[in-house]
Structures are given as C-alpha cells and as structure tokens.
C-alpha cells in the first residue's frame, strides 16, 4: 500500500512538473567596435512591410547603435496544453564587419592571401600571354553598411572580393592589355591598372564596397620563356644603360655641387676679408674720434688753465698794486706823523736849550722817528 501511494506521488510530481510552460531564458548578442548591427523583425504585420524589407532605406532604419542587443521571445505553441511550445526569437540580428580588407593575387601560392594561382593573366593585341600580380586594399564604411547588408546580406568583404572584385578587375586588364603590343603593354601596365582601379571604386560604390586601392605586385611576366629571356636581356641593357646614365648625371652633379661649394668658400672668404676690412676701417675712425676728443679735452683743460693762471696773475699784479700803495700810505703816515711831531716841538719849544735832555726828549729834538705819535701826548 505504502508503495502504491509513492508511485502516485511521483506520478503526480513529475506530472505537474510537465504542466509548467518553459522558463524565457534572456539572450543577447554583443556587437563589436568594427561591426554595425541591424535588428530585423522576424513576424512581419502584414504584406506590406515585408515588402519594406527589400529596400535600402528599410534596412538602414533597422540599424542600431547599441553594443549589446537583447533578443526578444515570442511563444509558440506545438500542442493543445499550455506548456506545449517553444520560445522563438521575434527579430535576427545581422552584423555586418567594417574591418579594412587586404589582398593579395600572386602567381606564387605561397605569397599570396590564398594556396592558389591569383595572378591575372593577359593576352597582348599580337597575342603574347604574360601574367602579373596584384593587391587590394577595401573596406565598408559606416555610412554604407546599410548598402552593403542588403545586396550582400551575412556574406563578408572577404569573399566578396575573391567571388566579385577580382573577376570585376580582371574583366578590365584583359580588356585594355588585351588592346596593346607587347611593348604597349610593358610601357602602359602602371595606366591600365589605374583604369581598373578607378572603375572598379565607382562600380562597387553603389554597392557599399569603399576600394581604397588596386596596384600591380611585381612586373610583367611572360607565359613564353623565350619572349621572357628577351624581355628580360632587353631589359636589363635598359638597366645598364639607366645606371650609366644616372652615374653620369651623378657625377655631373657632384661635379657641379663642388664648383658651387668652391665658388660659395671663396665668396664667403671675400665677405670675410671685406667685413674685416670694414670692422678696421670702423675700429680706425673710432680710434681717430677718440684721439680727437681727447686732443678737445686737453685743449679745453689748458684754455681753463691758461684762463686760471690768468686770473692767478691779475690777482697777483692787483696785490702787488694794493701793497705798494699801502707802502705809499705808511711812508706818508709816517711823515705826516713826523711832521705833526717837529711841529708840536717847535710850538712847545721856549727857545731855551736844556742841558740834560729827558728820556722823552729824543722826540722832541727828533733823535727817535720811530716813536708813535701817542707816545708824545702823554
């Protein structure tokens, strides 16, 4: 019994556990630095947006910025109970690569982008087969990874320039070698592939293709061996020839580079010798400048001298002036005093002759004529 209820138990668990309606895991999808994403509906509403789909413009209105894009589910039921179903996603997201493009068509397998032959392969107008390399350089540019996803939708650059440039700029050089000489053809490759280049850039535009370049990768190389050896002889006379030629004009220049450097040091050396002989010009006239002012200097100095002495003389003569009339004024002093003195003795004198003469008698008689005046009034 207690086994029968365990059996129903489980039953019962695994059974309600069947009824429940998976759970909606979240998804999203990371788009890159280099990729441009578009979220495209997966449900369209009605015929009328799926037509909206094959256009351009509908595609570029998908694009989205974001770099993480979370991807919503719709439920689809597969049964008549509810958890009979599976969770679908409501839109795709597409992204395109802008990484830029590099490749490389050679002859040598082991040169080139691929193991294969890449080269391009020609024929001349007098039917001379010859091959030649090539490199190409594109990429998808932002504004047109709307362009570039609907005409080529998930497919990458890679092989679009494999499955669609190459042939495109075969097509070309066939076309244009293939209306030149053999010699045509080895003198105008460099122009013919500018050719290529320049319509293959306009043509794959439209498509949202940016060429970037188109060149030749190495030189002309003839299917005949015997045209190749020829080419080759020819060619490398015409290298001689170019290397002798250049070694002339090489030493014609360097010849000339001399004479021009000799020329250059020999009129550096008359600059040298004229701006010396003007700085001893220049360094003489200061000297004679300098001589001059001195020579003014002491001629100002001795007429202040002179004009000192001068004065020192006139001062002299003027003293010697004043002393002697000062000598005259004395001398005359004096004898006005001697004078005044006799006078005075004469008017005091009472005629009578002394026999002893007094000390101040020698005035009186005028035997002292040094004596002062002041001297007799006492």
Not at 166 to 183: C, D, N, Q, W
Request: charged share 30%; hydrophobic share 40%.
């Amino acid at each position: 019994m207690k086994r029968i209820l365990m059996v129903i138990m489980l039953v019962g668990i695994f059974g309600l556990g069947g009824c429940i309606k998976p759970y909606n895991v979240p998804e999203f999808v990371t788009v890159g630095s280099e990729e441009t994403a578009f979220v495209i509906p997966l449900i369209g509403e009605n015929k009328e947006n799926q037509v909206k789909f094959e256009s351009v413009k509908y595609v570029e209105q998908m694009k989205v910025a974001s770099k993480r894009i979370a991807i919503p589910h719709i439920w689809r039921s597969t049964g008549r109970f509810q958890w009979m179903g599976t969770w679908d996603d409501a839109v795709a997201v597409y992204k395109v690569k802008r990484t830029p493009l590099s490749r490389e068509w050679l002859q040598n397998p082991a040169q080139g982008t691929s193991n294969n032959d890449d080269s391009f392969k020609f024929e001349s107008a007098d039917s001379v087969t010859f091959y030649v390399g090539g490199t190409l350089q594109a990429l998808v540019e932002e504004k047109s990874s709307a362009k570039f996803f609907y005409y080529y939708r998930e497919t990458g650059l890679g092989k679009i320039a494999d499955r669609d440039i190459r042939p495109y700029m075969a097509k070309i050089l066939v076309r244009e070698f293939g209306r030149m000489s053999t010699e045509g053809c080895r003198l105008n490759k460099g122009d013919v592939f500018e050719i290529a280049e320049n319509e293959a850039i306009k043509h794959f535009k439209q498509f949202g293709v940016t060429i970037t370049s188109f060149g030749m990768q190495g030189d002309l190389t003839y299917e005949n061996r015997d045209i190749q050896n020829q080419i080759n002889t020819k060619a490398q006379m015409e290298l001689s020839a170019k290397i002798a030629i250049e070694s002339q004009k090489k030493k014609v220049v360097e010849a000339e580079t001399a004479k021009k450097e000799a020329l250059i040091k020999e009129q550096q050396s008359i600059e040298i010798a004229e701006k010396t002989k003007e700085k001893r010009l220049i360094q003489e006239q200061m000297d004679i400048e300098i001589e001059k002012k001195q020579l003014e200097k002491i001629k100002i100095q001795n007429a202040k001298d002179k004009e000192t002495a001068d004065k020192n003389l006139y001062i002299a003569q003027q003293q010697q002036k004043v002393l002697a009339t000062t000598k005259d004024l004395v001398a005359l002093e004096i004898e006005k005093i001697r004078a005044n003195a006799e006078l005075e003795k004469a008017r005091r004198w009472n005629g009578v002759i002394p026999t002893l003469v007094p000390e101040n008698a020698k005035v009186m008689m005028g035997l002292d004529k040094t004596i002062n005046i002041l001297d007799m009034t006492k």
